[in-house]
Structures are given as C-alpha cells and as structure tokens.
C-alpha cells in the first residue's frame, strides 16, 4: 500500500499522538528519535556489551510490560474502560460553537492538484534510463569509476562495476568531480580530475590529486503517470474506493481540510473546558506504559536494559534512569490523558460510539485504506475504533465550525 501519504495519522501504532488526528500538529517522540539513531544505535550496542546480563531494577519492575497491548485500555466502543470522561472533563453547553479563521476552511483547486501530484503520482512514479542526450546540472546519474593517484588505484575509489547513483550538482562527491561529468553523453567514459581535501580524513588520501577513470551507464529520470480516471480505478479502487479523478480529488480536498482545521478546532475546544484536578488513573497508566513500551521493546532489540538504553540517548535525550525519563515525561503524560478525555468527552455528549461496524465504515475516510484488518492486527480492534472514534468526533466539529 503506497498511500501512506494520505493518511491523516502519521502511523496508527504512534499511540501517544493518536489522539483525533491531532498527531500532525506535533513532532512525534519517534521522529525525534529517528534524527539520532545512527549513531545512537552504535552507542547503544557498544553499551550494552558492558551491561550485566541479569535484568536490571527498572526492567524487573517493568517486566509487565512484555505483554502490553495498545487496546488494553479501551472498550468495545472506543471509549476508556470504565471511564466516563464528563465525569472529569467540564464541558460547557456551547462546547461545539466554535469559530475559526476562514482560511483554514479554503483549498483552491491549485491546492489540491499539486497535493495530488507531489504526494499520490509521485509515490507511482517509475525510473527510466536515458541514453540519448547528455547529462545536465540536476540529473541523477548512474556511474562508474576507478580511482588512481599516481598511477595506482586505491581502496574506496572503485564502483567495482556496481554502478552509484549521483544527483550532479548536490555536493555529494568532493572537489568539482560532479561538475566534471556534465555534458558527456551515456556509454562515454572519460577522466576525472580531482584534489582530496588537506583534513579528508585518511592520510593516504589528505591532499593528494586523483584521477578517476570515469563512466557514465545512464540518466535516470522519474516518470510520473498521467491522472486518469482509469489509473486512479486500477491503482486506488481496492484499497480506498476511488474509481475516478473526481473522487480522488474530493478525498484529498476533505484530507487537507480536515488537517487544516483539526489544530485550531481542537486549540479553540480545548479553551473552553476545565479539567478536574483528579484524572483516572487508568488513562494516566496507560499512556505512561505506551511510552514505556516503545523503551522497553527498543531495549529487548539491542539486548540491553531500558536504564542503559535511556542513558545512551537513542531514544531522543539522554537519561539517567527510567524514573528520570518518567519524571521529564510527567506533564506529557497528563496532557495526552487530557487530551484522550476530552474527545472522548464530547463524544459521549454527542452520543457517538464505535462499534465494529462503524470502525469497517468509516476507516477508510481518515486512513488511506478501507481495510483496517493489518492495523487491528497490530494494535489491536479496540484501539483502532478509539482513533475512528475520534476521528469522526473531530469531524463532526469541523463540519459545524463557523469562519470569521
């Protein structure tokens, strides 16, 4: 499934930003951490070399965890189990009387077809090498090389006839080496003449001239296919029942709506109510344990500890223990509860619930499929019908929102 783009939620096992939709208007905590993996992971698993092989304090404590599920805490319906939200959540009587500006209610017709074609053709679009003309500034090439410096080919300089592609004009290469290879022709192989850097990093290499021995196999060049409604039938009828432009075309203008406006429906939503001082603390439990379990899983993988892990910053910042990351993690915690109860809030004001049903109905207006079967798989049923569920709450509000 290619569509990944059209989903309003960046990705349904995201539980903390899960909430209506709403994980758009933040940088996930996975995300932050994906900026730091690389080396992090290395960090982590020279680390855990050194841990000892018994279980630490933290993970005997939350060993529950091995057996975590994302629907744990949700009903048949979507709703906390056994949590009435109003009970915690004031809501007052004109809690759906919400104005915003008008511009988050406008897509242009420009809008939309440049959503479709930066973000649906694209994600179709093919390869194809081209011979017959020559290589510009911009073009992503394929090639080859051998590398010589006096002579004699060194370690590292050489495709090895594996072809490398290079996207001219990026910087990727060092010196003017891409430069050199604009305006020849596939099929020609030619010289390139280039001075490694004083500090390249290796002494063999540190300032020296190099010439490499270069071949051009190809342009490649991204071809997008034409919208049509024939394409659109064949490649988005199954997964999402689209079987024309003009269906694409809405439920991409219905998506960039939607994520135009969720933020400041819920911003202007959220302003309104008052919580109550006390929240239940299966709510609070249970969004603590989905942070917990993402440490915990990622701590099984490099088999280390959930301390040793946290103090090796892989997982966004660097902490001490689990009880600091916690602690850090404690105002988050509350808000995401806040968050969770408020939807689900004016979902019992509203008298909406979802059952099975409802959740095969509408999944595909928010997820980019119609088929929730891989996501209940992973997550669980339940848990997916608490984020159709407040999806189609979230909805409703846009669709009674006025413009000023």
């Known amino acids: 499934m290619k569509l990944n783009y059209l989903h309003r939620l960046t990705a349904l096992g995201l539980a903390v930003g899960m909430t209506a939709a709403l994980a758009a208007c933040g940088k996930s905590a996975d995300e932050s951490a994906a900026s730091t993996a690389e080396t992090a992971e290395s960090t982590a698993e020279s680390t855990a070399e050194s841990a000892s092989t018994e279980e630490s304090a933290a993970d005997a404590e939350y060993a529950y965890l091995a057996d975590f599920s994302f629907s744990d805490?949700?009903?048949?319906?979507?709703?906390?189990?056994?949590?009435?939200?109003?009970?915690?959540?004031?809501?007052?009587?004109?809690?759906?009387?919400?104005?915003?500006?008008a511009d988050s209610g406008q897509v242009s017709d420009e809008d939309i077809d440049n959503y479709i074609t930066s973000n649906v053709l694209s994600s179709f679009a093919t390869d194809e090498q081209v011979t017959d003309r020559a290589a510009a500034d911009g073009d992503t090439v394929n090639i080859d090389y051998v590398g010589r410096i006096d002579g004699v080919a060194f370690d590292g300089g050489n495709t090895n006839g594996g072809g490398a592609d290079l996207k001219l004009g990026s910087g990727t290469y060092i010196d003017n080496f891409e430069e050199q290879i604009v305006g020849h022709t596939p099929g020609e192989t030619f010289d390139v003449t280039v001075t490694f850097p004083e500090d390249y990093g290796n002494e063999d290499l540190n300032g020296k001239e190099a010439v490499f021995e270069t071949t051009l196999n190809y342009i490649k060049e991204s071809v997008t296919p034409e919208l049509t409604d024939d394409w659109v039938k064949e490649n988005l009828g199954e997964s999402m029942s689209l079987n024309s432009v003009d269906e694409l075309k809405a439920f991409v203008k219905s998506t960039m709506l939607y994520d135009n406006q969720a933020s400041d429906v819920y911003t202007a939503l959220h302003d309104k109510v008052s919580y109550t001082d006390e929240l239940p603390q299966i709510a609070l439990d249970y969004y603590r344990d989905v942070l917990l379990y993402r440490i915990y899983t990622n701590a099984q993988k490099y088999g280390t500890d959930m301390n040793t892990l946290l103090s090796s910053g892989m997982m966004g910042s660097s902490y001490d223990s689990v009880d600091a990351y916690l602690a850090d993690a404690n105002d988050s915690i509350k808000s995401i509860t806040q968050q969770a109860l408020l939807m689900q809030a004016v979902a019992e004001k509203m008298g909406f619930k979802c059952d099975t049903?409802?959740?095969?109905?509408?999944?595909?207006?928010?997820?980019?499929?119609?088929?929730?079967?891989?996501?209940?798989?992973?997550?669980?049923?339940?848990?997916?019908?608490?984020?159709?569920?407040?999806?189609?709450?979230?909805?409703?509000?846009?669709?009674?929102?006025?413009?000023e």
């Open 73 to 101: 805490a949700f009903d048949e319906n979507g709703y906390l189990k056994g949590v009435t939200a109003t009970d915690y959540v004031n809501l007052p009587d004109d809690y759906a009387d919400i104005t915003i500006s």
């Open 357 to 403: 049903e409802t959740m095969n109905a509408d999944f595909g207006r928010y997820y980019g499929t119609t088929d929730p079967s891989q996501y209940v798989t992973a997550y669980g049923e339940n848990y997916v019908k608490m984020n159709v569920l407040q999806s189609d709450v979230m909805q409703n509000l846009i669709d009674n929102v006025k413009y």
